[in-house]
Structures are given as C-alpha cells and as structure tokens.
T-cell receptor, first 111, second 112 residues
Framework: DVKVTQSSRYLVKRTGEKVFLECVQD?????MFWYRQDPGLGLRLIYF???????EKGDIPEGYSVSREKKERFSLILESASTNQTSMYLC??????????FGDGTRLSIL | AQSVTQLGSHVSVSEGALVLLRCNYS??????LFWYVQYPNQGLQLLLK??????LVKGINGFEAEFKKSETSFHLTKPSAHMSDAAEYFC??????????FGKGTRLSVIA
C-alpha cells in the first residue's frame, strides 16, 4: 500500500509566521498535490508537482509556495500566515493516471 | 476543463435502506471518475473508480457506481446502509493525467 505521511496532524501558528507543512511518500510517485479542505467548499487544489523541482499552480495558489527538492518530499509553505489560511491541508500522490492517495491531513490553526 | 456537482450536501438514511449519492460531472475529454470516502479526522480513501470499459463499477464496502455518459452522471449506491457508512463522500473527475477536481462533498448520516 502507498503510504503518504504528513508531518503534523495538528498545528497552531501565529499571524505573520512562516509555516512549513511537510509531506513524504514511499512509492516513488512522480505526481504530488496539496489541497485545502474547508466546510462546504470541498477540496481545492493549491499546488501540484509532476517531478523534482517542478511545480504548477492550482486553483488557489495565492499566499502559498511549494518546494520539491527530492522526489519523495513535497513541502507547502505559507510565507506569512493569515487567519484565512486556517484550514485542513491534505497532501496526495499519484502514479500516472491512477487514483490519488491521500495523507491523513494537517489541521492548521492560525491565531 | 472539468467540474463536479454533488447534489445534496447532507443525506440521511435509515439503517438497512438504500444509499444514493448523486454526482454529475462536466469534462471536455473522456473522464476518469472517482468516489472517495472521508471518516472524521482522516484523509480520503478511494471507494471506486471508472476509467474505461464496464460502466458499472464495484468498489469496497458494498458500494457501486454507474457511469452514464448521456446523463453525465456517476451516482454512488449501496443496497443496504450500515451505521459504519456514516462519513463524508466526495466525487472527483480528471481528464487522465490531470489533477483530480472534487465536488463539495455529501455528508451521509445513518439513523438506527
């Protein structure tokens, strides 16, 4: 089974802080994704990556950046956290056109 | 471009009753369709998928879905609901090797 590990289940940060959310996968998948999930809005794509050092903007990239220095690791960065970035963040991986596999999520609160 | 509409943000059924969760999609290319389930404080788990071939797809936990191209639908069904089916369900579409686009989700409640 594919294992997607997100570094924290719960995280509390302050407004203006730089926040790093880490995601690691063990299946050598090329594709990795970051979504945020909010009640009533479903999952919205923030950024994705098709390979090392490659990144593509999703539907809501503003206020976020990403880093993929190694194939197994995809980091989401909040440059200057704001309260409207309080959300559940979900990382996913995918091989070619197969289904996406998800981590358990990080519930991030910005105070 | 792809999009998904899930009809009903909340569905409530009695234990043992039929479960029907509705999903309509829009896609400019032949779609790949998925249903995922999310239990509280967990990530998403794949229930079933349609890529090509047979239009009636069987998944885990007794769920199935039928791809109807003429209706652009991919509704999820289960003949008899269990208490353990209570969760949030997401329909998703992609155009192959493109990121999945998700619907807003349907919360299923099962009443004893």
């Amino acid at each position: 089974d594919v294992k997607v590990t997100q570094s924290s289940r719960y995280l509390v940060k302050r407004t203006g802080e730089k926040v790093f959310l880490e995601c690691v996968q063990d299946m050598d998948h090329e594709n990795m994704f970051w979504y945020r999930q909010d009640p009533g809005l479903g999952l919205r794509l923030i950024y994705f990556s098709y390979d090392v050092k490659m990144k593509e903007k999703g539907d809501i990239p503003e206020g976020y950046s990403v880093s993929r220095e190694k194939k197994e690791r995809f980091s989401l960065i909040l440059e200057s956290a704001s309260t409207n970035q309080t959300s559940m963040y979900l990382c996913a991986t995918r091989y070619s056109n197969q289904p996406q596999h998800f981590g358990d999520g990080t519930r991030l609160s910005i105070l | 471009a792809q999009s998904v509409t899930q009809l009903g943000s909340h569905v409530s059924v009695s234990e043992g009753a039929l479960v029907l969760l509705r999903c309509n999609y829009s896609s400019s290319v032949p779609p790949y369709l998925f249903w995922y389930v999310q239990y509280p404080n967990q990530g998403l788990q794949l229930l079933l998928k349609y890529t090509t071939g047979a239009t009636l797809v069987k998944g885990i936990n007794g769920f199935e879905a039928e791809f109807k191209k003429s209706e652009t639908s991919f509704h999820l069904t289960k003949p008899s609901a269990h208490m353990s089916d209570a969760a949030e369900y997401f329909c998703a579409v992609s155009g192959g090797n493109t990121p999945l686009v998700f619907g807003k989700g349907t919360r299923l409640s099962v009443i004893a």
